[in-house]
């Protein structure tokens, strides 16, 4: 793969990537100051500033690889992911040192999974290099792969009964130093998952996108084909039901219809998922007993002084109230990156970082940043339309819809209009499992705007 | 610098949002062009797929491994051929189309269906078309490409 001329040079993606590194320049410089807690204003000193030059050169030196691998990739999906991933570190160095006990090395370690992500999209990226049709014809190994995973962490929780009441089961600690490396495997089974239901739709298109039989007036759809999505879907619901994940439930659930739109064109798929949909969710409310309290924590009222309700906000929906609060103290323009006080909010820094931006970068901060998260969409999607094969078209399209809907979810749930889940916002949250399998998603998708381009 | 550290914190408050937007506005600029380039370049390529030219369309029936959605219609030049090769009025990427593998003429108010010495061969109806002469097409008619179930199918209609 040689060097084709300073034309093929990906001169777009460097000037895009121009501003995100300013911006974390400002951002650290901010940080450092805040920190110093002195009325003049003196020069930040080289090594404080270390994590910011790391980020910088991580990421200059991956558009050089990218430019070495892969030059006629999308050359705008990376300066956004980029921005995106700043802002975590930035809120991650932001909040480590606040947090109640203080986190210090926050920063650090979510610098250091930003780098293994990097890695790890270059790697999909070299893994991909006879190109991307060989995953389709592993459909089931890589389902049955991120099945097990999963099913690991499961049965462990079963067997050695660790922490039954813990928010979730999803964890697996991988050795490593310090106590283990916690894990989240159920990031990559959505990928998995993916993969699988890409490739099985791409097949049976045309099947499915004719008719089914009728059930009188209705029409059903065509069930010998359905039978392994249906399957799939119910092991993997099953799965997270298991591990008290029904967030990525319904992420689960909302790809795999989007997909199978995507593949069919016919509404009828939605339609009869949104009832089935609709069922499940009628059952886990009459089951689970802490579904019940996130839907009822949602209608609750923070403003009010009636004892019962009181008794509530000081309970269950603490966290949901003071994340609505520190939105709120944010205002138009935002409090200022480390001028606030968002470890007010119980596990600020993982499920809600959203109201943590919201507080300290103000409306103005929170617009932008859902613009860049549609930018991000937007991009996905135009690779898939432009993609040459069936295949490549449904991949692109049911990652891309992962960022979408998972975005949409938890952004929903710090706002209040959606009962809370434990589902991590892209790149800006902080945790490495997340981290890393959205790289993997980003090096798919680069991979994917190379293939059979001109 | 004499400057009172709120004050420069302020004025960081802002850059630091700033930058954002700024950004935003650069990848608009980006997707813009983008846009334009690729609306233009489509827009001459098919050079208006809603309006009937009079000659008539080809409806896909099956469209096997190819990205397209049974129902969707291509127009018909006076000289159409269909291949593998990236000359071809309409592309097909599979290793059982030829490069060139069947070609649809208009003349005498009538279709011409004729292959093109291809591998798998083409039918219209069921039968083969031989490879250089012409065979006559109506509505209706349903044209096959590759080995026998096809590779794709297509409807002629106007």
């Given at each position: 793969m040689m060097f084709q001329g300073i034309h093929r040079y990906r001169w777009r993606e460097l000037q895009l990537l121009l501003l995100p590194c300013l911006f974390m320049l400002t951002g650290m410089v901010m940080l450092v100051l805040v920190d110093s807690h002195s009325d003049k204003v003196s020069l930040p000193t080289l090594d404080s500033l270390v994590p910011a030059i790391g980020v910088i050169a991580a990421l200059l030196v991956t558009h050089i690889l990218l430019t070495v691998l892969l030059p006629q990739a999308d050359q705008v999906l990376f300066p956004i992911v980029g921005l995106l991933s700043i802002f975590g570190v930035l809120m991650a160095l932001r909040l480590g040192p606040a947090l109640n006990p203080p986190a210090d090395n926050l920063g650090s370690k979510q610098l250091l999974w930003l780098l293994l992500g990097l890695l790890c999209c270059l790697l999909t990226v070299l893994f991909t290099r006879r190109g991307t049709l060989w995953i389709s014809r592993y459909k089931y190994t890589f389902a049955a792969f991120g099945i097990l995973l999963v099913g690991i962490s499961l049965v462990r929780v079963f067997t050695t009964h660790i922490n039954f009441d813990s928010p979730t089961h999803d964890e697996l600690n991988l050795p490593g130093p310090g106590g283990g490396i916690p894990f989240q495997p159920s990031e990559l089974l959505k990928i998995c998952l993916v993969i699988f239901f890409a490739a099985y739709v791409a097949e049976n298109?045309?099947?499915?996108?004719?008719?089914?039989?009728?059930?009188?007036?209705?029409?059903?759809?065509?069930?010998?084909?359905?039978?392994?999505?249906?399957?799939?879907?119910?092991?993997?619901?099953?799965?997270?039901?298991?591990?008290?994940?029904?967030?990525l439930a319904l992420l689960i659930f909302g790809i795999f219809l989007a997909m199978l739109y995507l593949g069919s064109g016919r509404f009828l798929y939605v339609g009869?998922?949104?009832?089935?949909?609709?069922?499940?969710?009628?059952?886990?409310?009459?089951?689970?007993?802490?579904?019940?309290a996130r839907v009822t924590v949602v209608g609750i009222n923070c403003n009010a002084t009636d004892a019962a309700t009181r008794q509530i906000i000081l309970g269950p929906a603490y966290q949901i109230c003071q994340g609505l609060i520190a939105i709120g103290s944010g205002g138009v323009f935002g409090t200022g990156l480390g001028l606030g006080t968002p470890t007010n909010v119980p596990a600020v820094q993982t499920d809600y970082v959203f109201a943590a931006v919201a507080e300290e970068f103000g409306l103005l901060g929170v617009m932008a940043l859902i613009g860049?998260?549609?930018?991000?969409?937007?991009?996905?999607?135009?690779?898939?339309?432009?993609?040459?094969?069936?295949?490549?078209?449904?991949?692109?399209?049911?990652?891309?819809?992962?960022?979408?809907?998972?975005?949409?979810?938890?952004?929903?749930?710090?706002?209040?209009?959606?009962?809370?889940?434990?589902?991590?916002?892209?790149?800006?949250?902080?945790?490495?499992?997340s981290l890393i399998a959205n790289y993997i998603i980003i090096g798919l998708l680069l991979r994917i705007s190379a293939t059979d381009t001109a | 610098m004499n400057l009172q550290l709120d004050q420069f914190l302020f004025i960081l408050r802002i850059v630091l949002v700033a930058l954002i937007y700024l950004f935003l506005i650069q990848l608009i600029f980006v997707v813009r062009r983008d846009l334009v380039r690729m609306s233009s370049g489509s827009g001459a390529a098919r050079g208006g797929t809603t309006a009937h030219k009079g000659l008539g369309y080809l409806v896909v029936v099956k469209p096997g491994p190819m990205p397209l959605r049974p129902g969707h219609r291509i127009d018909i030049e006076p000289v159409t051929t269909i291949g593998r090769g990236p000359t071809n009025t309409v592309v097909l990427e599979d290793s059982r189309i030829s490069s060139e593998h069947a070609r649809i003429t208009y003349h005498d108010r009538q279709w011409w269906v004729e292959d093109m010495g291809s591998r798998n061969k083409t039918f219209l109806n069921g039968t083969q078309v031989p490879a250089g002469q012409g065979v006559p097409a109506r509505p209706g008619d349903l044209l096959v490409l590759g080995p026998v179930d096809g590779v794709v199918t297509f409807k002629f209609g106007v």
């Open positions: 298109r045309e099947i499915l996108g004719e008719g089914g039989p009728k059930l009188g007036f209705i029409p059903v759809p065509p069930l010998k084909q359905f039978g392994p999505l249906l399957l799939m879907l119910g092991m993997a619901l099953v799965l997270f039901v298991g591990l008290r994940e029904l967030g009869w998922g949104v009832v089935l949909f609709a069922v499940g969710a009628l059952i886990c409310y009459k089951l689970f007993t802490y579904v019940q860049l998260y549609i930018m991000l969409v937007h991009r996905g999607f135009r690779i898939a339309a432009n993609a040459k094969t069936a295949f490549h078209q449904l991949l692109a399209g049911g990652l891309t819809a992962i960022f979408a809907i998972q975005t949409m979810i938890i952004i929903a749930g710090n706002l209040k209009l959606f009962p809370l889940t434990g589902i991590p916002l892209p790149f800006i949250t902080y945790g490495g499992s | -």
